[in-house]
């Protein structure tokens, strides 16, 4: 399907088909000669709901501000860890072999993750290449590595975030937020010895190998279900400024955006674009 050069486009692809069927990629491209930056946008969902319209009014913002979008689906809930890892691996890896087509630059490719979304975008953006998460190679590509990476109040250590709502859960007091989140942890992880392993923050606390493009984390406050301190954890800090300190540390480049919890959706708009123009 030929792309509107006079308008935004919205044009949805086909990208992987598994057995039980396909995922499906939705891209937004800037009115104008190409070849744009591209962000592809990680939808949240406690890693059991959502899908790539979640983001819709942020893709289009940023398309209209000359910046692709790739919004997608991924395997979650019962599929599990890693399958959600292993579908992002290869969207970026198939949204740069299909460059010329899209009108994109391969060479300047972004992630972008709300939530649960946030989460997988930085593990993504930290192990690309991971021979478990590009387990299906993409003919023309083998590169899954990114410029950056924009995270919207992520759940950056699923860990702490489960040990942190099953704590409440049992307190005299608990807050209405924690609804089933539990649930959905043991849904998609099955353990904690996974919620450990798939994790960035205690991948830079291993001192893992990892890679550390620059990245931006936009927090909405007060938010008890995203900005807390780890129930584990000895240190001052709660888990952004605990996880942006150990970035920093391992040498990478995060910056920090604290943001009214109300209306983050479109407070967070401002300073993501800026991040992506600085940076793509």
């Known amino acids: 399907m030929p792309l509107d050069s006079a308008v935004i486009s919205t ?8 057995d039980r069927g396909p995922l499906m990629l939705r891209l937004f491209r800037p009115a104008g000669e190409g070849a744009f930056p591209v962000v592809i946008d990680i939808h949240g969902g406690a890693w059991n709901t959502g899908d790539l319209t979640d983001g819709e009014a942020r893709d289009r913002s940023l398309a209209e ?44 490719v972004g992630l972008c993750g709300q939530s649960s979304g946030g989460h997988l975008a930085m593990l993504a953006a930290m192990r690309p290449d991971d021979s478990r998460y590009a387990t299906i190679p993409v003919e023309g590509c083998t ?15 699923p860990l ?69 301190r780890d129930p584990t954890y000895e240190g001052d800090h709660n888990e952004p400024e605990r996880f942006t300190g150990l970035y920093r540390d391992a040498g990478g480049d995060i910056e920090f955006v604290g943001i009214e919890n109300e209306n983050r959706g479109q407070g967070a708009l401002e300073p993501l674009l800026e991040f992506y123009e600085a940076k793509l």
């Not at 949805?12 to 598994?18: G, M, P, S, T």
């Not at 942190?164 to 099955?190: C, M």
Request: aromatic share 10%; proline share 7%; hydrophobic share 40%.
């Open 65 to 108: 501000a000359g910046i692709a979008v790739a919004a997608i689906d991924f395997r979650h809930a019962t599929d599990g860890y890693p399958k959600s890892s292993i579908d992002i691996n290869y969207a970026i890896r198939w949204v740069k072999a299909q460059a010329d087509e899209f009108g994109i630059d391969p060479a300047r």
């Open 160 to 228: 702490s975030r489960y040990r942190n709502a099953v704590n409440l859960r049992a307190s005299q007091d608990p807050p209405g937020w924690i609804g089933t989140i539990p649930e959905k942890h043991d849904i998609y992880w099955g353990n904690e010895a996974t919620m450990e392993e798939g994790n960035p923050l205690l991948a830079l606390v291993r001192g893992e190998a990892v890679k550390l493009p620059p990245a931006i984390w936009i927090q909405g406050r007060p938010d008890g279900v995203h900005d807390y």
């Open 11 to 18: 044009v949805d692809f086909e990208y992987l088909v598994h």
């Open 143 to 157: 590169d899954a590595s990114v410029k950056c990476v924009g995270l919207l109040w992520p759940v950056i250590n």
